[in-house]
């Protein structure tokens, strides 16, 4: 009898702390999402996220990127390491959170997502209660949270940019490109007017022209959409990248001195040295995008 008290006592203490732990996950409200996407597709926007996340994490940020490629997700082949398990386990074999994530080059951390975010729509009340609970634990792990989304104005991708705070829009110097990135702008702009939006043009040949392009891009979006669209940076197409890419080795590491790393951590600097730097939860970002996939 005292012994089932004792351990009731202990339980409850348990759970008196795991809400304490919430809550202060909850008021800290320090964490940086990031939703990295495209138009098109195939135009480096994975490459990109996880050299950018390995240079964050070696500026001394705790880097987590969550794979979100609701199609084909690859991060983990990038950095030739294996995940084998992903959000659809936390939700449907009970696992906890930090099982399904590994550790990558510079202690970054990956998370596979699988098919587990587009299940936000069906979950039943239990089940989307306890992966919320898991997805909690993110936000007192890492100070900023990368996106890697797959391209495109598919339902679902929109949905994803819908649902974010700060959006990194990478596109090519490419006419089609550019288009498509153009429309994802339109179609997010026209639903949610307050996406912040932040372009990369990445594989760029001739500096003047992509000036010149991003300029008009920017341009247009003021003119006919009355968005603001925040210049990032570019990154020259380089031979490194495929070489890289090969080695499974994140170019960053390889090549630090290379031009491309250095545009890249011109890029990283100016994302953090942004003023007002939008910062959220995991939970704000998952009820949010749970309205989302629920509503429509
Ligand atoms: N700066 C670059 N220089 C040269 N090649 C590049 C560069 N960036 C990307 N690439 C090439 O583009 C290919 C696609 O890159 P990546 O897989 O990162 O694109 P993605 O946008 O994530 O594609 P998807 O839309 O399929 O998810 C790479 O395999 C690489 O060969
Ligand atoms: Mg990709």
């Known amino acids: ?27 800290k409200s320090n964490t940086r999402i990031i939703t990295i996407t495209s138009g098109k597709g195939g135009v480096g926007k994975t490459n990109l996220t996880v050299n950018l996340g390995i240079i964050l994490q070696n500026m001394g940020y705790k880097v987590l990127i969550i794979d979100a490629d609701l199609g084909l997700g690859n991060v983990d082949i ?14 449907f074999n009970n696992m906890n959170i930090y099982d399904v994530i590994t550790i ?4 970054i951390m990956i998370l596979p997502g699988g098919n587990g975010l587009l299940e936000l729509a069906n979950m ?13 634990k993110l936000d007192s792990m890492a100070d900023i949270i990368l996106i890697d989304t797959g391209a495109g104005l598919s ?21 089609t490109s550019l288009m498509d990135a ?50 990032l940076g570019v990154v020259d197409n380089s031979y490194l990248v495929s070489k890289c890419i090969k080695a ?18 011109n890029i990283a600097n100016h ?21 989302i996939f629920k509503n429509n």
């Not at 348990?14 to 732990?21: A, H, R, T």
């Not at 679902?156 to 959006?167: D, G, H, P, S």
């Not at 499974?248 to 951590?265: G, H, T, W």
């Not at 003023?275 to 970002?285: A, L, W």
């Open 104 to 107: 990558g080059p510079s202690g």
């Open 155 to 175: 339902n679902n991708n929109i949905k994803m940019i819908l649902a974010a705070n700060e959006v990194i829009l990478i596109t090519t110097p490419e006419p």
């Open 78 to 91: 990038l950095l030739g390491i294996s995940s084998r398990y992903n959000l659809s386990h936390v939700i």
């Open 124 to 136: 039943e009340s239990v089940k989307l209660d306890r992966f919320i609970r898991e997805l909690v």
């Open 248 to 265: 499974q080795r994140p170019f960053v590491l390889e090549y630090p001195n290379s031009k491309i790393s250095k545009q890249l951590k």
């Open 182 to 231: 153009y429309g994802v702008v339109k179609i997010v702009s026209s639903i949610e007017r307050n996406t912040n939006f932040n372009l990369i043009m990445n594989r760029v040949e001739d500096k003047n022209e992509a000036t010149t392009n991003i300029k008009n891009f920017q341009k247009a979006g003021k003119r006919f959409l009355d968005v603001e669209i925040s210049k």
């Open 1 to 27: 009898m005292v012994r089932k008290m004792r351990d009731q006592a202990a339980n409850l203490r348990q759970l008196v702390k795991i809400k304490e732990n919430e809550q202060t996950a909850i008021s």
């Open 271 to 291: 994302i953090v040295g942004i003023d007002k730097q939008p910062k959220t939860t995991m939970t704000t970002y998952i009820l949010k995008l749970f309205n």
